[in-house]
C-alpha cells in the first residue's frame, strides 16, 4: 500500500500528544487594541484539540 499524504495545512496546525491533538488559539491575529492583556495571555497557550474534532485531524496528519 502506498504512503499517505499528510495535509500540509493541517501538518503545520496541529500536533499529535499522548493525550489528543495541540493547536494554537484563534483570535490573535490583529484587532489586538479592544482585547484585554489578561484574554491576549491566555490566547498564547497552547490548547487541546475538542475531542470531536480530533479524529478528522490525525486522518489529514496520518504519520506526524
Known sequence: MPKLKSN???????????????????????????????????LRAAKQLHKSDVRSALRMIPYC
Not at 10 to 36: D, E
Open 8 to 42: 500540509r495545512g493541517a501538518a503545520k496546525r496541529f500536533k499529535r500528544t499522548a493525550s489528543g491533538v495541540k493547536c494554537n488559539a484563534s483570535h490573535r491575529r490583529h484587532i489586538l487594541t479592544k482585547k484585554s492583556t489578561k484574554r491576549k495571555r491566555h
